[in-house]
Each structure stands twice: as structure tokens, then as C-alpha cells.
């Protein structure tokens, strides 16, 4: 099932995307939608990762002083 939806569009957007259209044999419903999708899924992911990596840090997860130093000394004695 799908559903209809109006949106406004930058002319030079508009113009682009009627380009692309053309150029990939696709409508531009379909263009949009799979824009809009793939944007949806990317700020799904990352609100996600952000929400996990607020929960390791409200529960004290994190790499002590020593193991971050001890991390950066490594690429530090390799920099000369």
C-alpha cells in the first residue's frame, strides 16, 4: 500500500530530478520515494546509535584514562 504526498521543491531540484528521471528510465515518484526512504532509514540509524551510545554513557561505559592514552601513545610514537 502506498500513500500520496505533496511536497515544494527548489526549481533547480525540480529540474534535476526531472533530468535523472529521464536519464534512469524511473519515475519521479519512485526517485523521490527511494530518496526519502533511504534518507528515513539513515536518521533512524543513526538516532539509534546516538540513544545506545547515551545509554553506555548514563551507565559508565567508557575506555578509562589509561586505555585512551595508552591508544594514543601508540600512534604518537609513530609520528616522528
Do not use: C
Request: glycine share 2%.
Amino acid at each position: 500500500m502506498t500513500t500520496t504526498m505533496t511536497i515544494r521543491l527548489d526549481p533547480t531540484i525540480k529540474d534535476r530530478l526531472d533530468q535523472l528521471s529521464e536519464s534512469t528510465h524511473r519515475s519521479k515518484s519512485f526517485l523521490a520515494a527511494e530518496a526519502i526512504r533511504e534518507y528515513v532509514e539513515t536518521n533512524e540509524w543513526q538516532i539509534q546509535e546516538i540513544r545506545t551510545a547515551l545509554a553506555e554513557a548514563d551507565a559508565g561505559d567508557f575506555a578509562s584514562d589509561a586505555d585512551v592514552n595508552a591508544f594514543t601513545d601508540k600512534w604518537n610514537g609513530n609520528a616522528d
